[in-house]
């Protein structure tokens, strides 16, 4: 018989003990500490914390619009796929138009790759929405497009797409003007959709 | 207007351009190269390559198994959803067996996780099969207890659980011992969907 840890219940509680005792989650408001736990999990690097940066209430702004009912609209299907559904407080919506049938055609017409064009079917859910991002720079820089061009604001903007070519951009962009939307990015190619919907589930209710 | 790059195939050009620059991709198998370029994308970090350990021929054997029409079975639906179907060479089946209605009673008989529980339903699917972990240390030790007990042998390990409690553990005995299985494993505690799903879309075809 393999000696090994069998207990989920158990698995978890020793993981988060883990990261609390490693990383230096003293430079973090209380109410994204436990957003940083739950990114650090989904990844194994306590270090991340280090390169997170958001605005002031962000995890606040989160659960509340969580709370109130918000969609999550997420860039990948990965990203939607990693959302504890029993975590969310409102039966809140997961919606990801990739896979939309006129997504291709829409890319054609933008110039722009499919993820970016997709946010087009996310407008009637952008207004107090959770919008998270956990793959393509495309999708953030898209979203700053449609902002400044009047789109209706997000609740919150969780940005953690990874990468080579423009990952660590389109992160820098956010951090430097979120268009007055509360946001939590990580600096640098580091980020995924693991990240990213753990950045989601945190900000749900424990179970 | 904001300036970033919108082409997509660019955008991977590029990124893959950056990777071989910048990682050590001369001390592995020309078989695992792909591999190892797609799982630095999808984490953003080039120096995971050094903690790649794997078996000589295991990129062909996967391959190999691909073309034969193998089942890809995955611990976790974020693996399934990052499986881009259109590189896989026969229509391969992507199985998932963790939602299975049964896994929950399952779990209590066997003391185990519900992860390690779904490996049950992988039976009838192991023989010659890719067995992808990306999530559960407890799917890894599972799957050595059913092949020390005589169950089918899968033609590839691609072993990336991820985390603080188990994943190195996990990862250090497939390497020490793969029960005659060819494997690719990255030591220590990263890993993770992103990373499996992508190893597997390394293994299918270029579009």
């Known amino acids: 018989m393999i000696e090994y840890n069998r207990d989920a ?10 990261i609390r005792a490693e990383a230096k989650l003293d430079r973090l408001p209380a109410d994204l500490e436990a ?38 609209l997420c860039d990948s299907r990965m990203v939607a796929e990693g959302i504890t559904r029993a975590r969310l407080p409102a ?22 790759t499919r993820t970016a064009a997709a946010l087009e079917l996310w407008r009637p859910h952008l207004a107090g929405s959770i919008v998270v991002v956990g793959n393509a720079p495309t999708a953030l820089f898209r979203l700053f497009e449609m902002l400044d061009a009047g789109a209706p604001k997000p609740a919150l903007i969780l940005g953690f797409p990874v990468g080579f ?42 179970h």
Chains 1, 2 share one sequence.
Do not use: W
């Open 9 to 18: 219940h158990d698995i978890y509680r020793q993981s988060f003990a883990i």
């Open 91 to 112: 039966e809140n919506a997961v919606i990801c138009t990739l896979q939309d049938p006129s997504v291709p055609e829409l890319a054609k017409q933008l110039g722009n």
């Open 165 to 206: 070519v423009g990952a660590a951009e389109s992160k820098e962009a956010l951090a430097a003007d979120s268009r007055g939307v509360p946001f939590v990015t990580v600096r640098g190619r580091r980020g995924g959709s693991a990240m990213a919907a753990a950045a989601v589930n945190a900000l749900g209710r424990d």
């Open 35 to 72: 957003l940083a736990v739950r990114v650090i999990h989904s990844c194994g690097m306590p270090d991340i914390v280090e390169d997170l940066v958001f605005s002031e209430g962000a995890g606040t702004a989160g659960r509340e619009a969580l709370e109130s009912g918000a969609p999550i």
